[in-house]
């Protein structure tokens, strides 16, 4: 299934940007007349009839719409510090798009070895992962901000705050991450820490601020392991209840 994205939609009309008008008519060789799929990055898919193949602007007639497409029933934020190897937090990105993420925040910490992410690659990344697993809603990327400055943006915020922690502190111990999910309905933050962790002072600050140190199990992962099995603990602890999620790879 072939999926286009733009964010030009006018009444019945959607017009592609020049790169999806590109692959559209160059690549993939659709005419007028053609039916397409295109999302428009805020959660809704529509079906189209190719009316210009222009391939600098390709136009579509809208015919039916479908909000919602390949949604799932939470919303999650994953803040969590760039990895040293940036290839390792773009796989991070692409993989936590399919199993199913509404924002990302790449936050910087105390002990963080990568201080500067530039974010356009990585909209690309989570465009294309949006696309390729039949998702109508292309997740947030925020720009870098620090440890301390996102936790006191979600002050006062209703969702459940859970921090992956690899220490412990006997005045807040650690549970597992699918206890810490029990019960969970709706809205999910989780922070995820760089290569050397959280520093005592952000953890301190964090759980000042209502975040719950969790644990992943008894081994020790990196960065994007960690945020990676964070997405899919949340995925798990929604889709437990019979629910499956399909597309042409995969099936959970």
């Known amino acids: 299934m072939e999926i286009f994205w733009t964010d030009n939609i006018e009444g019945s009309l959607c017009t592609l940007g020049p790169e999806e008008s590109a692959h559209c008519v160059r690549v993939l060789r659709h005419r007028a007349g053609d ?7 805020a959660g809704t898919m529509y079906r189209c009839t190719l009316v210009s193949d222009s391939p600098k602007g390709a136009v579509a007639r809208i015919d039916s719409s479908e909000p919602g497409w390949g949604s799932h029933p939470y919303r999650l934020t994953m803040a969590v510090c760039p990895t040293k190897n940036i290839d390792r937090y773009e796989w991070f ?10 924002r990302i925040v790449p936050v910087i910490g105390d002990r963080s070895e990568r201080k500067v992410l530039k974010t356009e690659r990585l909209r690309k990344i989570l465009l294309s992962a949006a696309k390729q697993s039949l998702k109508a809603s292309v997740p947030e990327l925020s720009e870098p901000v620090s440890v301390r400055e996102f936790i006191a943006g979600t002050e006062g915020s209703q969702a459940l705050k859970l ?9 807040h111990p650690r549970i597992s991450i699918m206890e810490a999910l029990a019960g969970f309905t709706d809205e999910c933050i989780v922070l995820v820490g760089p290569e050397g962790d959280f520093s005592p002072e952000e953890a301190s600050i964090a759980m000042e601020a ?15 392991t960690a945020a990676l099995a ?12 019979g629910n499956t999620y399909e597309s042409e790879q995969v099936k959970f």
């Not at 990105?93 to 509404?102: H, L, W």
């Not at 921090?163 to 005045?171: G, L, P, V």
Request: charged share 25%; aromatic share 10%; hydrophobic share 40%.
């Open 35 to 41: 039916s397409i799929c295109v999302i428009d990055g």
């Open 93 to 102: 990105a692409e993989k936590a798009v399919e199993i199913g993420v509404d």
């Open 163 to 171: 921090m992956a922690y690899c220490f412990e502190d006997e005045a």
């Open 210 to 224: 209502g975040y719950r140190p969790v644990h992943l199990g008894g081994s020790r992962l990196r960065t994007e």
């Open 230 to 241: 964070s997405v899919f603990s949340v995925y798990c602890s929604r889709m437990a209840d």
